[in-house]
């Protein structure tokens, strides 16, 4: 089991950034990758990025602009989602999320993942 704790959602206004935490606890193995997808009203759950736990791997969709980036803290058992130059259509819940294992091809997909956190809105004002 994994346990994911999302936080450092709120609101900004347009341009402004945030930085979204994920703590994670439980068994986590060198093959687990931990991600973010975000959800807005109305639409289907989105991939945003994810990192391989062990190794240098991460995944991010081409229509995510680099405006996303993630990182992890073995230390600290953290994978951040830094998001900067934020946008209205930004807004939505985020939520953290891990798989024991994925590939490639699979790790952008939700449900490829078994572990989830509650998940923290960001909200991006004009």
């Known amino acids: 089991q994994v346990q994911l704790l999302e936080s450092g959602g709120g609101s900004v206004q347009t341009g402004g950034s945030l930085s979204l935490s994920c703590a994670a606890s439980?068994?986590?193995?060198?093959?687990?990758?931990v991600g973010w997808f975000r959800q807005a009203p109305g639409k289907e759950r989105e991939f945003v990025s994810a990192v391989r736990w062990n190794g240098d791997a991460s995944y991010k969709p081409r229509s995510m602009e680099d405006r996303f980036s993630i990182s992890k803290d073995h230390i600290k058992n953290t994978v951040t989602l830094q998001m900067d130059n934020l946008k209205p259509e930004d807004t939505a819940d985020y939520y953290c999320?891990?798989?024991?294992?994925?590939?490639?091809?699979?790790?952008?997909?939700?449900?490829?993942?078994?572990?989830w956190g509650q998940g923290t809105q960001v909200t991006v004002s004009s």
């Open positions: 439980g068994r986590i193995f060198s093959n687990s990758v």
């Open positions: 999320a891990a798989t024991d294992q994925c590939f490639p091809n699979t790790c952008t997909l939700w449900r490829a993942y078994a572990y």
